[in-house]
């Protein structure tokens, strides 16, 4: 008789594991997500990215362009690579705000209003390929991601640098903050 009360014991603590589980899940669907994501929102970030791309291919100008409209009012140069790449060296200008400290309350201390026209640039807008702008994957290149949360964020006066060039074009006015010993 120990046996089995053994093994209806061990299938009594399965079936309640399972459906403990089972409960889990359905809470969490329920609430829109996979467990533990309630606040992450793939879809949700898919569909804004289809809305953006087209959007996106209208706001691509040269680096012409791109010096013109950095000398307008109301316009500022962000540079969202790392701190220390954004000290190594970046566009004269631009203000920095690192990509993965994006938040409402970020973005509104560093863009004056939604209003404001933002040129974007990153690594893969240069061809030098060496410190600080190594070049990253193609479909993984900063500004996408960059300008498609600023996009979500509200700020829809984007404009991206659209053109491969160098650090070393005078046209780009490249500054570097590190001081030299």
Not at 34 to 45: Q, T
Not at 53 to 80: C, G, H, W
Not at 132 to 153: D, E, H, Q, S
Not at 157 to 172: F, K, R, S, W
Request: hydrophobic share 40%.
């Amino acid at each position: 008789m120990g046996a089995r009360r053994n093994t209806i014991l061990g299938l009594a603590t399965i079936a309640a594991f399972v459906a403990t589980g089972l409960l889990a899940n359905a809470g969490a669907q329920e609430r829109g997500g996979a467990p533990g994501s309630a606040e992450i929102d793939y879809p949700g970030f898919a569909a804004m990215t289809d809305d953006v791309m087209a959007y996106r291919e209208t706001r691509l100008v040269s680096l012409d362009d791109f010096n013109a409209m950095k000398d307008e009012p109301d316009t500022i140069i962000l540079d969202t690579r790392s701190a220390m790449a954004f000290e190594m060296g970046h566009i004269d200008g631009a203000i920095h705000l690192n990509f993965a400290e994006f938040t409402d309350e970020k973005l509104a201390d560093v863009i004056p209003s939604k209003d404001t026209r933002i040129l974007i640039y990153c690594n893969n807008n240069f061809e030098d390929d060496v410190e600080p702008i190594v070049l990253k994957r193609a479909p993984l290149a900063l500004n996408i991601p960059t300008f498609i949360n600023l996009y979500g964020y509200g700020y829809e006066n984007v404009y991206e640098l659209g053109e491969l060039v160098t650090t070393t074009d005078e046209d780009v006015n490249w500054v570097s903050t590190l001081q030299t010993p």
